[in-house]
């Protein structure tokens, strides 16, 4: 199966089906079974947590022939054309998109009218910080005599960048990144479903990788599953993700610590001929640095908050204890400095 017919196939479609987002989830469901809706909601986070499909999702709530219910049938006539975009009365605009300027025109049209078919007409507009001034004025004054039945969602990866004249009229709520756990417990299932086996290090490795998105950790998924083999091990996503193994980190820390820099530079030239992408790189050995400051610091107390196997803990305990605090600072600074000249 492709990258794309999984995320396709895995698309939320009910609040309880998106990872993560609790909170967010929680209120808009009651939110759609009460009635009490906001004119305005600006949903704000990184790429890939779940704006627009749980915009989609309470779009569909509202509108369900089910309604008011505090999660959407997904059989009846109005959810089946919202979840195939063709719905008249649920609206999307792509800020970013080069259509933008036409749809900020429909924005501008359509913004006064009560819906036709829906019990809410619902406008969705996706990096919404893009629009232009023109279509931004049409829906401050919008907002600020909000017509009945009418609500916007607005999905921003840059919420500072909106007027406060904008902001204080929405209910804003920051969608977070997932943490590494929730991905991976959101991969596994789907593996489950898939019915396919995996070893728990390759799930970790994809989820790592991910950073937060599960949009991204899909779309790994799909393409290491698209290598068609029955189970998915680490080894395998390690080569397709072209990985820094731990050990070369371990390896790292040994011609560091020897100060054997002819070392240094000879395993950094491996590291760039097997192709390993170096932003991934300098994240890691970032991330590493940081752990065996913490470790160094609170010792075994920090443990928790590290997501470590018991063998790379034990491996990161030692290693913290042959470096001064103040090198393995130094270092960690420099790397995020490198990092951000990638
Ligand atoms: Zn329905």
Same mark, same amino acid.
């Given at each position: 199966?492709?990258?794309?017919?999984?995320?396709?196939?895995?698309? &939320?479609?009910?609040?309880?089906?998106?990872?993560?987002?609790?909170?967010?989830?929680?209120?808009?469901?009651?939110?759609?079974?009460?009635?009490? $809706?906001? #004119? %305005?909601?600006?949903?704000?986070?990184?790429?890939?947590?779940?704006?627009?499909?749980?915009?989609?999702?309470?779009?569909?709530?509202?509108? /369900?022939?089910?309604? #008011?219910?505090?999660?959407?049938?997904?059989? /009846?006539?109005?959810?089946?054309?919202?979840? !195939?975009?063709?719905? &008249?009365?649920?609206?999307?605009?792509?800020?970013? =998109?080069?259509?933008?300027?036409?749809?900020?025109?429909?924005?501008?049209?359509?913004?006064?009218? %009560?819906?036709?078919?829906? +019990?809410?007409?619902?406008?969705?507009?996706?990096?919404?910080?893009?629009?232009?001034?023109?279509?931004?004025?049409?829906?401050?004054?919008?907002?600020?005599?909000?017509?009945? +039945?009418?609500?916007?969602?607005?999905?921003?990866?840059?919420?500072?960048?909106?007027?406060?004249?904008?902001?204080? @009229? /929405?209910?804003?709520?920051?969608?977070?990144?997932?943490?590494?756990?929730?991905?991976?417990?959101?991969?596994?299932?789907?593996?489950?479903?898939?019915?396919?086996?995996?070893?728990?290090?390759?799930?970790?490795?994809?989820?790592?990788?991910?950073?937060?998105?599960?949009?991204?950790?899909?779309?790994?998924?799909?393409?290491?599953?698209?290598?068609?083999?029955?189970?998915?091990?680490?080894?395998?996503? *390690?080569?397709?993700?072209?990985? %820094?193994?731990?050990?070369?980190?371990?390896?790292?820390?040994?011609?560091?610590?020897?100060?054997?820099?002819?070392? $240094?530079?000879?395993?950094?030239?491996?590291?760039?001929?097997?192709?390993?992408?170096?932003?991934?790189?300098? *994240?890691?050995?970032?991330?590493?640095?940081?752990?065996?400051?913490?470790?160094?610091? %609170?010792?075994?107390?920090?443990?928790?908050?590290?997501?470590? =196997?018991?063998?790379?803990? @034990?491996?990161?305990?030692?290693? !913290?204890? *042959?470096?001064?605090?103040?090198?393995?600072?130094? /270092?960690?600074?420099?790397?995020?400095?490198?990092?951000? @000249?990638?």
């Amino acid at each position: 199966m492709s990258a794309a017919n999984l995320t396709a196939k895995y698309r &939320p479609k009910i609040f309880a089906e998106v990872a993560g987002q609790d909170a967010v989830k929680a209120i808009l469901s009651r939110a759609a079974e009460t009635g009490r $809706v906001a #004119p %305005a909601y600006l949903f704000s986070g990184t790429r890939g947590v779940g704006k627009t499909t749980i915009a989609r999702i309470f779009a569909k709530a509202l509108n /369900c022939e089910t309604a #008011p219910t505090a999660e959407p049938c997904n059989q /009846c006539q109005h959810c089946r054309q919202i979840t !195939a975009g063709v719905a &008249p009365d649920v609206i999307e605009i792509d800020g970013a =998109s080069n259509r933008g300027i036409d749809d900020a025109r429909r924005l501008k049209e359509d913004i006064g009218y %009560a819906p036709i078919e829906c +019990r809410y007409k619902v406008f969705i507009i996706d990096e919404a910080h893009m629009l232009t001034r023109e279509a931004f004025n049409a829906l401050l004054k919008t907002l600020e005599e909000p017509p009945a +039945r009418v609500t916007f969602i607005l999905a921003t990866t840059e919420a500072h960048k909106f007027p406060a004249t904008i902001l204080s @009229r /929405c209910q804003h709520y920051a969608f977070k990144m997932l943490p590494q756990p929730a991905i991976a417990a959101h991969l596994e299932k789907i593996l489950g479903l898939e019915a396919v086996d995996f070893e728990p290090g390759a799930v970790q490795l994809i989820a790592r990788r991910a950073s937060g998105s599960v949009r991204d950790g899909m779309s790994l998924l799909g393409q290491a599953l698209a290598f068609g083999e029955a189970r998915l091990v680490e080894a395998d996503v *390690r080569g397709f993700l072209g990985l %820094a193994g731990q050990d070369v980190f371990f390896a790292l820390m040994e011609v560091l610590h020897s100060r054997d820099l002819p070392g $240094v530079v000879r395993l950094l030239r491996q590291v760039l001929d097997q192709g390993l992408d170096l932003g991934f790189f300098l *994240r890691e050995l970032a991330g590493c640095w940081r752990n065996m400051f913490l470790l160094r610091q %609170a010792g075994e107390a920090a443990l928790p908050a590290l997501e470590l =196997s018991a063998e790379e803990a @034990r491996a990161w305990m030692d290693w !913290a204890g *042959r470096f001064e605090p103040a090198y393995i600072h130094a /270092c960690w600074q420099m790397t995020l400095e490198g990092q951000r @000249r990638v």
